[in-house]
């Protein structure tokens, strides 16, 4: 049986890729099973910094496996094989404290684009189109709304989600479904860089970041300066904090830094 989704890990980075191009890297069960174990293992792994989720062939996700979907005689409404494996496999994207970058190697629907705003960012190739198609289908995209919603702006939440209309790359981009849209031939080249960014900071400091850019609109103001004052303090005094500092006055690069030598002599 051939593997649906690989797992490579180089540099610090843990690259996840769909491949299963025959059904345009559909949701089916068995997909999403080998999606969660791949990345419970690079979220997992001590090495791992950050982590490039993409796919094989000119699809990144179509969305769920429609053959899949079909339930037995006797099943329940919640066991659906999509909505019983899928929720979790966007929550583990979603709290991952390791940055999650989705490289869309091409067009996704539907449930893709679930997969796609989990993610910290998404940088697709600039031809890629996108559609919220489930109202067609006569069904509605509720498990993506968890996560599309909280990053795609209220109206065009509303009109992509209402109408199933297909829309662009820049269009993605433009209402916060993307990070960025750019040349097929600059898509490696985008997600390296990224990447490389990420792998500066300071492991601890990231997935502090990412849950503070979540938690800290939804806090009053004064509560808000509370909670933060107390966390900078922390973060300042720690030992992730202080070898950052260090690092930065002796001018080397950052213990944490794949690569770096801590011992190094300073840079002139």
Request: charged share 20%; net charge neutral.
């Amino acid at each position: 049986m051939t593997t649906l989704v690989h797992l490579e890990v180089s540099g610090g980075v843990a690259t996840v890729t769909l491949d299963s191009p025959a059904n345009r890297n559909a949701l089916s069960v068995r997909l999403l099973g080998e999606l969660e174990g791949a990345l419970g293992r690079a979220i997992a792994d001590a090495e791992v910094r950050v982590i490039v989720l993409t796919g094989t062939g000119p699809v990144f996700c179509s969305g769920a496996d429609l053959k899949e979907q079909a339930p037995a005689r006797d099943a329940l409404p919640h066991d659906a094989p999509v909505t019983a494996s899928f929720p979790g496999v966007m929550s583990l994207i979603w709290g991952s404290p390791k940055p999650v970058i989705c490289r869309l190697n091409g067009t996704a629907r539907a449930g893709g684009l679930g997969l796609v705003a989990a993610c910290d960012f998404a940088i697709a190739p600039d031809t890629a189109t996108f559609a919220f198609s489930e109202v067609r289908l006569g069904v509605v995209p509720a498990m993506i709304s968890v996560t599309v919603l909280r990053r795609v702006e209220p109206r065009a939440a509303a009109e992509y989600f209402l109408t199933g209309e297909v829309f662009g790359a820049a269009r993605a981009a433009e209402i916060g479904l993307l990070t960025r849209a750019v040349p097929a031939e600059e898509l490696d080249a985008a997600v390296a860089r990224y990447a490389g960014m990420l792998l500066r900071g300071g492991p601890e400091a990231l997935a502090i970041t990412k849950q503070l850019v979540r938690a800290v609109p939804a806090l009053s103001v004064e509560e808000g300066m509370r909670q933060m004052a107390e966390l900078s303090a922390r973060r300042f005094t720690s030992a992730e904090g202080q070898e950052g500092i260090r690092a930065f006055r002796e001018k080397r690069p950052a213990s944490w830094i794949p690569g770096a030598d801590p011992d190094a002599p300073p840079r002139t």
